[in-house]
């Protein structure tokens, strides 16, 4: 008896990792395409202001809470250039998002969001642990559009500009209260074991994961101001 229950259970055990590292690679992808459809649409995020970005952070498919007001909870990843701005556009750091009530909410939709991280003090919030925007980092909604024309003083020194799409409609929104936090599972999951976040966003630490490669062309794309793709 022991025998028939143990073996079972050691096949979970070692489907786990598998598991884990293609659930990672449907996210690292999905960041991917959600970034590439928003540069694509002419209300998207402006190109000269993403130049001027450090970091992008990807966030698919949020998900809400049920009908009323209440939070929300997704998971993506986030890429930075290296040498503090200086290089291309690094390896991805796997986060999450959670917390906070970002207005009226139905239940069953999912929001995709977009974080332009734009200076050195935004940088150092994803070197934490964990982080609550609009207390420990400024945030403002992003502007939208293909200029920076109709940006206001806020919007440019934000450390942080949030953008969202939901039902094919993308616009800016701030996410007060809403908690940002480094997912150690899903690094090790992609990265085959853990990750030091400051190698990770800061210097050239590692190789691009294949899933993360559209991401990362995207950015060069649409945002080539350091040389090429790491």
């Keep these: ?27 690292l992808r999905e960041c991917g395409e959600v970034f590439r459809e928003v540069m694509g649409v002419k209300e998207g995020i402006p190109v000269d202001l993403l130049q001027k970005a450090d ?32 290089g291309p556009w690094g390896a991805p750091l ?16 999912a929001t995709d969001f977009v ?17 609550t925007l609009g207390a ?3 945030i403002a909604a992003g502007p939208v559009g293909r200029s920076l ?17 939901n039902r094919g409609i993308f616009a800016g ?14 690094n090790v999951n992609v990265y085959g074991e853990e990750v030091n976040p400051r190698d990770l966003l800061l210097y050239k630490s590692r190789a691009t994961p294949a899933a993360a490669r559209d991401l ?5 794309e649409f945002s080539p101001r350091h040389g090429s793709l790491n």
């Design 1 to 27: 008896m022991f025998i028939r229950r143990a073996v079972p259970a050691l096949i979970v055990l070692a489907a786990a990792p598998v598991y884990g590292q293609a659930k990672e690679t449907r996210r």
């Design 55 to 86: 970091c992008v952070a990807v966030i698919p498919s949020v998900k809400k809470a049920a009908l009323g007001i209440g939070g929300r909870y997704g998971k993506g990843a986030v890429v930075c250039r290296i040498d503090k701005g200086a």
């Design 94 to 109: 796997m986060i999450s998002i959670g917390g906070g009530s970002f207005g009226l909410q139905i239940g069953g939709q």
């Design 115 to 131: 974080f332009l991280v734009m200076n050195q003090k935004g940088i150092d919030s994803l070197l934490k642990s964990k982080f």
């Design 136 to 138: 420990d980092v400024s």
């Design 149 to 165: 024309e109709a940006a206001t003083d806020a919007q440019m020194k934000a450390e942080i500009l949030t953008y969202s799409r």
């Design 173 to 186: 929104i701030a996410l007060e209260g809403a908690v940002v936090k480094q997912d150690k599972d899903a």
């Design 216 to 220: 990362l062309e995207a950015l060069r």
